[in-house]
């Protein structure tokens, strides 16, 4: 479901309580509607004709109207709610599944952007839907109120108030896409600022380390100033909107004063019909201009650019079918990936297979593809070409709950939420007991770790805060070692291990059954293995460790390089897998 999709969808699912809404907009007419007619009445019935206490008495009465359209207001705002907030909610969802979903999500550091667009652009959209409800909609009852109050009181003043109110309404619309063009600059500025101070701070350690605190300096300031040249030319915009308004609402007073004093003298237009048109004009209709170009210029203006911008901001969803596979075996064809349109496959033609029992480890340098292999395994990145099958069925054809139980991924970057040490190991096995988890912790070397916690009603605070990085790792390990996942996938899930403790993590795994793939952080991870994938930017060689040895310079030359033996040496240095 597209955003625009999802917003009309989520406003239109509220019949009831845009009936409640009409009503109260009805009962908020009734003074903008009333105003300049009790105050005809309280000057010709009353003040103009020696009767003081029928002058006030209709007053008083225009003081009761405009009670009962305050309390029109404040029902508005009670309803407001039910509206609104489900709508904030479903663009929320529609948002993050977009994320989830990014074919090409941004690799090393946070999606600035993507949160960019969760939080400002979605309350935006959430706050402009308000003022509409709110505003625009009081303006409408507002000016069709006056108008018809102006038009009971005296017909002809219309020819010399509608065509003034018209006209700045019909230029005013006519700036609205140079105004539309500016709001989108700011929102690209705002979305191009968010994601460059992102880049910059989850990268300060490499910028100090590198010297380049200038260069990122001047970057960020870069974009702020682009952000804020795109904000002085929508303030530019909006002074040319404001003109434009001002002489549409002054118009119609300056003449209506003109015409009133013949209009008076041939008895067409009493006194306090002349106070009364004044009313509507001074008290409503110009102040209901104003906020329409307010409203239109700024609420409905952001409102429309911003949800044309989360809708290019977000990719199509991969569709998922109901199949379910007929094993547990994993087939990859022709695979072939890379990241954006003209960049070099990080993956090219690339076939494998993985049949349950096969425990296999990925080397190869940082940034040559691993953790994109990782991603394309799970199915959690759509290949460019080719396809990747589970049990003979595309990957993401797979029924998504099927699915999540058949297959686990970790990445290096662990997550621990807020709550107990049993809701964070059960959140892959939502249906495990106790007995199981306390298992899954004592396999994967975690027992220790989560008595000193407190045992599985131990508290846990939000990213594991308090927690090392390595105990944050294993326990992320225990919850994936519960599930009840058959093909595991741990991308460099054990770099804040000990070699120990992750030989153990590792052992525990393999010996778990089904199909284990890690990406390599250290090569002890490779020798352990049944087999190994050597991934070098040209050429992916599949083989066993010593074969590898001999086939592949390139992974002689990482052993080496590890073990700082030669490749003979080094393929004696650890006993075959066992």
């Known amino acids: 479901m597209t955003v625009t999709a999802g917003y009309w969808r989520a406003l239109s699912g509220h019949w009831r309580d845009w009936s409640v809404l009409l009503a109260c907009s009805a009962l908020e007419a009734l003074p903008a509607f009333l105003s300049g007619g009790l105050v005809q009445r309280a000057v010709d019935e009353g003040f103009a004709a020696g009767r003081v206490a029928v002058g006030f008495a209709w007053l008083a009465a225009f003081a009761a109207a405009a009670v009962a359209g305050a309390v029109g207001v404040r029902l508005v705002w009670q309803r407001l709610g039910t509206i609104v907030e489900p709508l904030r909610d479903t663009l929320v969802r529609t948002v993050v599944q977009g994320v989830l979903h990014e074919t090409a999500p941004p690799r090393g550091g946070p999606d600035a952007a993507g949160v960019a667009r969760i939080t400002q652009h979605v309350e935006i959209v959430r706050d402009a839907t308000a003022g509409l409800l709110v505003q625009a909609r009081g303006l409408v009852v507002m000016v069709v109120g006056a108008l018809a109050g102006v038009a009971t009181m005296s017909g002809p003043l219309i020819w010399l108030i509608g065509p003034p109110i018209v006209g700045a309404v019909g230029v005013f619309l006519c700036l609205l896409p140079a105004l539309a063009r500016r709001q989108r600059g700011v929102a690209m500025a705002d979305e191009h600022t968010a994601t460059t101070a992102g880049a910059v701070l989850a990268g300060t350690r490499d910028v100090v380390a590198c010297g380049a605190q200038n ?46 004093p013949g209009m008076n003298t041939d008895g067409r237009l009493s006194a306090g019909a002349v106070v009364g048109v004044l009313v509507y004009l001074t008290g409503t209709l110009q102040p209901a201009l104003h906020g329409f170009a307010a409203t239109m210029s700024t609420v409905v203006l952001r409102l429309l650019v911003t949800l044309n911008r989360l809708g290019e901001a977000q990719p199509p969803v991969r569709r998922t079918g109901g199949d379910e596979p007929s094993d547990g075996t994993i087939t990859v064809r022709r695979l072939t990936h890379r990241w954006g349109g003209h960049a070099e496959p990080v993956l090219r033609d690339f076939e494998l297979q993985l049949r349950p029992g096969d425990h296999l480890a990925v080397v ?66 939502p249906d495990a007991d106790d007995t199981h988890l306390l298992t899954a912790v004592d396999a994967v070397g975690a027992a220790g770790l989560v008595e000193r916690i407190g045992g599985l009603s131990g508290a846990l605070a939000h990213g594991g805060v308090g927690l090392s990085s390595g105990e944050r790792q294993v326990l992320a390990l225990a919850r994936v070692y519960a599930s009840p996942a058959r093909i ?81 040496a080094a393929a004696k240095s650890y006993p075959a897998p066992g």
């Open 215 to 260: 260069i990122a300096d001047a970057t960020v300031r870069a974009a702020i100033t682009a952000q804020a040249n795109a904000s002085v030319r929508m303030s530019n915009a909006a002074a040319l909107r404001t003109a434009v308004v001002a002489v549409g609402s002054f118009l119609p007073i300056v003449l209506v004063l003109a015409a009133a």
């Open 488 to 568: 595991i996938v741990l991308d460099e899930a054990t770099t804040h291990l000990d070699g120990a403790a992750e030989a153990r993590a590792e052992r525990a795994f393999a010996e778990r059954g089904g199909i284990l793939v890690i990406i390599a952080h250290r090569l002890a991870s490779a020798r352990r293995a049944r087999q190994v994938l050597v991934m070098d930017g040209r050429q992916a060689l599949l083989g066993e460790h010593d074969d590898l040895l001999v086939r592949s310079s390139h992974y002689g030359e990482l052993m080496q390089a590890w073990t700082g033996m030669p490749k003979t």
């Open 364 to 429: 190869g340098p940082s940034g040559i593809g691993k953790s994109t292999l990782a991603g394309l395994l799970t199915g959690t990145i759509t290949p460019c070409q080719g396809e990747v099958l589970l049990g003979g069925v595309p990957i993401n054809a797979v029924d998504p709950a099927h699915r999540a139980r058949t297959i686990a991924f970790t990445p290096q970057e662990t997550y621990l939420f807020a709550g107990s040490v049993r809701e964070n190991l059960a959140l892959l096995a």
